[in-house]
């Protein structure tokens, strides 16, 4: 089946750690996304990739770092530099053309304890 | 940078209840979609609106695109259990300098009546 697939579904953390959140996609899509979403506050871009080896930064982009190495691939790292790093975080992809229309991983829960 | 107003906030409904939502912005938007999230699952897509003054269903669901191009409303009929979650719009427009990038409202809670 096509689709987003994040990974992993839940992680802890220790404060200090940097980890590394999964998002793959089989849709042949060449926009990937980056959210982060945290109660009541709707969903804040953290970073996005248009193509292969290139990303820019949305709203909410430090403490966080991407790699766009492969089409099917948009890895985000949670830095130690970013101060509150539990949210529920959501990865997206779009194809090309001006739909709009992104579709969404099953998102991924960080907690640092 | 641009908001989406989305009212109500939450609101509880009985089974059988008719709802409706909206979203407001002070910006002029090309396109309008709404999504439904279950607890723990990322944002699922229900409707996309393209046209101003465009009207579209899906089943029990209905969404407009504002005439203003500015407001979305969606509505649930005859709503059911499986309805309770949090319902996001969200818009697009491009500007110089823009990716097309969406922008989210801060989403409408459906919560069951006690």
């Known amino acids: 089946d096509g689709g987003i697939t994040q990974s992993p579904k839940y992680l802890f953390r220790k404060e200090g750690q940097n980890v590394t959140l999964s998002c793959e996609q089989n849709?042949?899509?060449?926009?990937m996304y980056w959210y982060r979403q945290d109660p009541g506050q709707g969903l804040r871009l953290i970073y996005y990739s248009q193509i292969v080896n290139d990303f820019q930064k949305g709203d909410i982009a430090e403490g966080y770092s991407v790699s766009r190495e492969k089409k099917e691939s948009f890895p985000l790292t949670v830095t130690s530099a970013q101060k509150n790093p539990t949210a529920f975080y959501l990865c997206a992809s779009r194809g090309t053309g001006d739909t709009g229309e992104l579709f969404f991983g099953e998102g991924s829960r960080l907690t640092v304890l | 940078g641009q908001q989406l107003n989305q009212s109500p906030q939450s609101m509880f409904i009985q089974e059988g209840e008719d709802v409706s939502m909206n979203c407001t912005s002070s910006?002029?938007?090309?396109?309008w979609l709404w999504y439904k999230q279950d607890p723990g699952e990322g944002p699922v897509l229900l409707i996309a609106?393209?046209?101003?003054?465009e009207l579209t269903s899906n089943g029990r669901l209905t969404a407009q695109f504002g005439i203003t191009r500015k407001d979305s409303f969606l509505n649930i009929s005859a709503s059911i259990p499986s309805d309770v979650g949090i319902y996001f719009c969200a818009g697009q427009r491009f500007w110089l300098g823009s990716q097309g990038n969406l922008i989210f409202g801060k989403g409408t809670k459906l919560s069951v009546k006690p």
């Open positions: 609106l393209y046209k101003a003054g």
């Open positions: 849709l042949n899509h060449d926009a």
């Open positions: 910006s002029i938007f090309n396109t």
